[in-house]
Every structure is written in C-alpha cells, then in structure tokens.
C-alpha cells in the first residue's frame, strides 16, 4: 500500500458496495451535503466516524488502512445471551435473579474505531502529542475535534500505514523498561479481543466510576475467557489493575518510545549484585 491512504478509493469502494449511482445518492445516505462529499474527493479526506456510524458493513480497519480484503466487518451476535437463551430452559425460579448476571457483552462491543483522525495537507495521518499537561483534557476531550486538532501534530519516520498517538509518561510504574516523562508512540488497537497480545505494552485509556486516567501497561487479556484485562507494572512495587472492556475508552500498542535520559547501567548491575548477595545469604541460613 502506499504510503499515502488514497481516501477517494475507499470512499468510492464504499458507494460500490452501497449500489449508489451518483454522490448525490450517496451523500444523502451518509446524512451530508453534495458540496461535502465533492470537498472530501478533491481533498482526499472524510470524516471517519460517520463513515464507520453510517456505513455497518464497512470495517474501521478498512477506513484506516484502504485494504480491500478488509472491507465487512465481522459481523457477531449483539449480546452471547441470544444463543444462550436459544440453548438453555430458564425456570421461573431463577428467572431475574442474581445467577443470571454471567451474561456479558459479545465481541462486537469490543470493535473501535477511533473518534478523531488528523492529517496533513497531504493527506498522511498526523501523530498527535498528548503531553502531561493535556491528560486530563484528553479524558474528556478524545472524541471532540477541536481539542485534538489544539494538541501539538508531528511525522515520525517510520511510523505510517496505521493510526497512531503520542503520549507522555506520568509516574514510574513501568521502570526500568519505561522512564517517568518519557514519550510512548501508540498505534490504534481496534479488535481488543484479538489485537490485545499478552505481555506487550499499550496505552489504555481508562474511564471508571472510581477512576479515569492513562495508562501505559502490559496487558494481560482475558477477554474472552473471563471478560476483563489485566493491566502489569514493569515496577513491582506497583500491583496488577483489572479492568472491564467498558472501563476502556481508547487502546493503543506501543510502537516507539522516546526518553531523553539513558539509565545508567550500573544501577541495574548493583540491583543484581545485591540480589544475588541475598540468594546467598538466604541459602547460608537454611543450611543451618
């Protein structure tokens, strides 16, 4: 694919796919005037969540990247309980009750696409920087256009062919493998029960009840088995977090990270010897 996503092919895949015989036809299914779809043609851009809220045979992942052989998305049943339902007998005495709240959310609910999407005047995805200082903005902020567009747009080499973001570190949770104030470039997870990798490292974007804050963790995904992830700190001093799917707002896999201070290696040779001095001694008393 080439390095600039030809944004006027996968608007014209998806009038295809729609059977539309004018933009006219086409933009009045997408809710939109004429003069804008004509403008997203001659610009070579469009707006991407309309494009994924309108169009549901369309993937996100075919918005992002252009890849034909992504076009449909995988189409799952709304909620497991429909099938559940169809297989098990549920008597009156347990209807309503406490036993039944084992159904969960299907797959599909765990598709994203992401909310706002810049790029430069050639058409090429920004990465956008959310700097400490904006974090808490971004919380609130990650679907609103203008917001996005006032946080500071850079091109990385080799980052391209994806959606990708910058954020700073807060903390040090993830030391010695991540520093406090360094940056960590993700790219957009969009199928978390089957992108999300165990023992890989991905920015979440976490919003509770209790809790809302980003967070750059290893992951643990059990999705699929028990319907939560767990997010690890590389610093154990810091305990393991669980979270549900619809805890989770945004995920991005880290893909590069930047750090303007190099750790002095010495620091994890002493840490080592004064483990193995430990062991040792530990060893001594136990043969006593």
């Known amino acids: 694919m080439s390095k600039n996503l030809d944004k006027k092919f996968i608007l014209n895949t998806i009038k295809e796919l729609y059977d539309f015989n004018s933009d006219t036809d086409f933009a009045k299914f997408l809710g939109i005037k004429p003069q804008t779809l004509s403008s997203w043609h001659s610009r070579n851009t469009f707006d991407t969540e309309l494009l994924y809220a309108k169009c549901e045979e369309v993937s996100a992942e075919f918005l992002l990247t252009g890849d034909k052989k992504k076009l449909k998305r995988n189409q799952q049943n709304t909620l497991q309980y429909e099938t559940v339902r ?11 009750t406490n036993s039944l709240t084992v159904l969960r959310e299907s797959q599909e609910n765990y598709s994203h696409t ?13 990465v956008v920087l959310v700097p400490n200082k904006a974090a808490a903005g971004y919380l ?7 917001f996005i567009q006032s946080l500071p747009t850079y091109n990385l080499p080799n980052i391209n062919n994806g959606t990708f973001r910058m954020f700073q ?12 104030q360094s940056y960590v470039v993700g790219e957009w997870k969009e199928n978390w029960s089957e992108d999300i990798k165990d023992g ?9 009840d209790d809790y809302e804050g980003i967070l750059v963790k290893r992951a643990l995904n059990r999705i699929d088995k028990y319907g939560n992830i767990l997010l690890k700190s590389d610093n154990r001093v810091y305990s393991t977090k669980n979270f549900i799917p619809s805890d989770i707002k945004e995920v991005w896999e880290v893909k ?21 001095a430990d062991i040792f001694q530990l060893k001594e008393q136990l043969k006593k």
């Open 114 to 126: 992401p909310r706002v999407v810049t790029v430069d005047k050639q058409g090429r995805d920004n």
């Open 86 to 96: 169809k297989s098990v007998s549920i008597s009156d005495d347990t209807r309503n």
């Open 256 to 276: 590069l990270y930047l750090s303007f201070n190099i750790p002095d290696p010495s620091t994890i040779y002493d840490r080592m010897n004064d483990l193995e």
């Open 140 to 146: 609130s902020g990650y679907g609103d256009t203008a």
């Open 169 to 180: 570190v807060a903390g040090d949770s993830m030391e010695p493998t991540i520093q406090n």
């Open 200 to 208: 890989r490292v991905y920015i979440f974007v976490i919003q509770t």
